[in-house]
């Protein structure tokens, strides 16, 4: 089971979403996920993204590019419990098409909707053999294409408040 990606508990429309368990390996010692966990499940579902668009962690060797974090904002605002569905919806509510782009992420528990994580990602194309920021080549540029219109005023409408 999941949540839809049209469902009205998105905070912003059209979003990607990953569904994944909460495995034992990831509750800490308070009976919980681990912060920790929850930047690893970006990660998961960033590439699931990037996957669903017909992409491999090869094509990004081949063009010798890479996106690496330059910032991170994550609200933790609930816990997930070992055997926990959890959907994760990713967005790329910002990009320039050539260098830098945002991702905003938000973790839903399945069984009842309810957002446990928000967080916004910052990010820059790199060269991998340099390690130095470079253009986007076309698959990144298509990727991380500059988002509608409609998603950017929605995002710009939510981050009002």
């Given at each position: 089971?999941?949540?839809?990606p049209?469902?009205?508990?998105w ?16 509750i ?16 998961e579902?960033?590439w699931?993204h990037?996957e ?18 330059l910032?991170?904002?994550a ?11 959890i ?27 309810e957002t ?5 990602t ?8 340099t ?7 076309a ?11 409609e998603?950017v ?6 981050a009002?408040?």
């Open positions: 089971m999941t949540i839809a049209d469902d009205a508990g905070d912003l429309p059209s979003p990607f979403v990953h569904t994944l368990t909460v495995q034992e390996s990831d800490d010692d308070f009976g919980h996920a681990n912060n920790a966990a929850y930047l690893r499940w970006a990660d579902t960033a699931a990037w669903a668009d017909g992409y491999t962690r090869a094509d990004c060797h081949e063009a010798d590019r890479g996106m690496a974090i910032r991170t904002e609200d933790y605002l609930g816990h997930g419990r070992a055997g926990e569905e959907a994760c919806a990713v967005w790329i509510v910002r990009s320039d098409g050539r260098l830098r782009a945002e991702r905003w992420y938000q973790f839903r528990r399945v069984s009842t909707g446990m994580f928000r967080a916004r910052k990010l820059v194309c790199f060269q991998l053999s390690g130095k920021p470079a253009r986007m080549d698959a990144f540029a298509d990727h991380y294409a500059r988002p509608a219109p998603l005023a929605a995002a710009e409408a939510f009002a408040g």
